[in-house]
């Protein structure tokens, strides 16, 4: 019991967790973690060691960010190009597999190419991605495996 005079009176009702709360939990989705979340949540909750290769970064707390810097190389170079754009110019997130991705702006569209880049079109979705780049084995000599892998960054304006 409280010191509330309805809760002595009436007794007090547990209170039911927010839909966050669930979420958080594992327990939203009738009790089932959806497995692409799971991976996104993964993969921006592993901290890469120094001068180890990300291609993406975001807030795994469920923050919403402003805006999302793309940067890719120059050819040849370990000079870093990019551009940053505010999310809420951003009109469509278009896939084709898990291997190209899409990004409509109003005046331009960026093409993202690599491998396993589910986790990212899931973050971007969200509006949870810092930062996405391009690999290059200039800066990062070892290949990374078993993660996402941006090969090739694409700007048509």
């Known amino acids: ?3 509330d005079p309805f809760d002595r009176v009436f007794g007090s009702t547990p209170r039911r967790p ?3 709360e669930k979420v ?3 327990e939203a989705f009738g009790g089932q973690i959806d497995p ?3 991976m996104a949540v993964e ?3 592993v901290a890469p060691a120094p001068g180890e290769y990300r291609a993406f970064g975001f807030l795994p707390a469920g923050n919403v960010n402003l805006s999302c810097e793309v940067r890719w190389w120059m050819e040849g170079t370990i000079v ?3 551009l940053a754009f505010p999310y809420r110019l951003l009109m469509e997130v278009g ?3 898990e291997d190209t991705l899409r990004l409509r702006l109003p005046d331009k569209v960026i093409e993202i190419t690599g491998r396993r880049l589910e986790p990212l079109r899931q973050a971007l979705m969200r509006q949870q991605v810092t930062f996405l780049q391009q690999w290059t084995p200039l800066v990062w000599p070892a290949k990374p495996a078993d993660v ?3 090969k090739r960054i694409n700007v048509a304006r």
């Open 1 to 3: 019991m409280t010191d």
């Open 95 to 97: 896939f084709s597999g």
């Open 24 to 26: 958080a939990r594992g």
């Open 80 to 82: 870093p190009e990019g």
């Open 36 to 38: 692409r979340h799971a």
């Open 18 to 20: 927010s839909f966050t």
């Open 43 to 45: 993969a921006a909750s």
């Open 148 to 150: 996402a892998v941006i």
